[in-house]
């Protein structure tokens, strides 16, 4: 993730390549990812884009090393007000389940087993937003990271 960000030269409004050359870095050939962006892309703070890329990354191995899942959606949307980052598969996962887990793995200390929801959870909180885990549209399930703009880090705000 640190190579591929810095590879887009910190470029205003990166975070849409950057998302499409994750999808297509150290996954399976069988699961095929699609990355959609919808509305005009807004430049973030590399560290924000660093905060959105590592939540999608986990989420993309966590498909694959769970799920069963053959294709994965990313879905980015820029809102006024806010982005939403999705990601969803058409695997086997449980999103009741996997809220169970959640629950479990933030109120137990598991020594780092476990901790990929946790950690996203926490990122998306960092920059203010939320996560939430449903039933995707292609059957597995979708992340759903929705983060206000502008995103407060550290008690600033910034794009």
Known sequence: IYALHHAADEAPG??????ERLSSVHLPSDLKV???VIGDPVPLSSETEHSLLRITG???????????????????LYHPDRIVLTISDDGDGDPAQLRKMLR????TNLAGAHRGL?????????????MSIRRA???????????????ATDGRTQR
């Open 104 to 107: 479990v793995t933030a109120s």
């Open 34 to 36: 699609q990355v959609t």
């Open 58 to 76: 986990e989420a993309l191995f966590n498909t694959v090393s769970h799920s069963n899942a053959f294709h994965a959606h990313v879905r980015l």
């Open 14 to 19: 990166a975070l849409p390549i950057l998302l």
């Open 118 to 130: 946790a950690n996203m959870r926490a990122r998306a909180e960092e920059m203010g937003g939320s």
């Open 137 to 151: 549209q292609l059957g597995g399930i979708m992340l759903r990271f929705q983060i206000p703009l502008p995103i």
